[in-house]
């Protein structure tokens, strides 16, 4: 399996991050460093919920868990939905005072290892 590249992913989660909320903060703004900032915010949160799930450590097992395919493309309508359903019926995990869907978390999680 191909890892998107570091940007590759930042883009799509800037489609996927409304569905957890984090949208507004995430996104609000479209300055580089704030983009930056925001970027490392999230490489902190997928590091924090690491350590909380260690067994989510192996960047191709969450690539396969997430339904990335060979190519390294990430299935964006697919994993908003996922993210919405986990919401709904209440997978979420609490990391660092934010409560992520567990794929959300797993996204960010993937994103510090890349």
């Keep these: ?5 570091r940007r590759q992913f930042m883009g799509f989660l800037a489609g996927v991050a409304g ?7 995430i996104w609000g703004t479209r300055s580089a460093r704030n983009v ?9 949160l997928g590091r924090r919920y690491l350590d909380s799930a260690p067994e989510d450590g192996d960047r191709q097992l969450l690539q396969r868990v997430l339904g990335i395919e060979d190519s390294g493309m990430i299935p964006v309508g697919r994993t908003r939905r996922r993210i919405q359903q986990e919401f709904r019926r209440g997978d979420i995990v609490l990391v660092d005072g934010w409560y992520l869907a567990r794929s959300e978390a797993r996204l960010y999680a993937l994103l510090s290892l890349l």
């Design 36 to 44: 930056r900032l925001r970027s490392e915010f999230l490489v902190g």
């Design 1 to 5: 399996m191909t890892a998107p590249s």
């Design 19 to 25: 569905a957890g909320g984090l949208s507004t903060w």
